[in-house]
Nanobody
Framework: QVQMVESGGGLVQPGGSLRLSCAAT????????MGWFRRAPGKQRFLVAR???????SYIGSVQGRFIISRDNAKNMVYLQMNSLKPEDTGLYYC???????????????WGQGTEVTVSS
């Protein structure tokens, strides 16, 4: 499995923006899905945004219209542009690949270290 290295997190005021980057150690060209997950303090990790190899994107409702996920297969990179940030966006963000199964996505298990995002005034 390709390993991901996340970066770009930091402390930002509400309403601010951040761009997270995810660098893969190998090719992501043939990875069906790339996703950004968030683990808020004291909570389980959950999917925030994902993008398919064909460029189709999906988001959880709370970030729809504020976050944009993108991928550059040639550079083996995945990005998450985060705008109009809110305190509830705070958490550790992870990037991971996944493969399509019959009716679900099987996400890889080799989680990276993540990148910390803190939205606070």
């Amino acid at each position: 499995q390709v390993q991901m290295v996340e970066s770009g997190g930091g402390l930002v005021q509400p309403g601010g923006s951040l761009r997270l980057s995810c660098a893969a150690t190998g090719s992501i060209e043939n990875i069906n899905h790339m996703g950004w997950f968030r683990r808020a303090p004291g909570k389980q990790r959950f999917l925030v945004a994902r993008i398919t190899n064909s460029g189709e994107t999906s988001y959880i409702g709370s970030v729809q219209g504020r976050f944009i996920i993108s991928r550059d297969n040639a550079k083996n990179m995945v990005y998450l542009q985060m705008n109009s940030l809110k305190p509830e966006d705070t958490g550790l963000y992870y990037c991971i690949g996944g493969e399509s199964r019959d009716n679900y996505i099987s996400w890889y298990s080799n989680w990276g270290q993540g990148t910390e995002v803190t939205v606070s005034s």
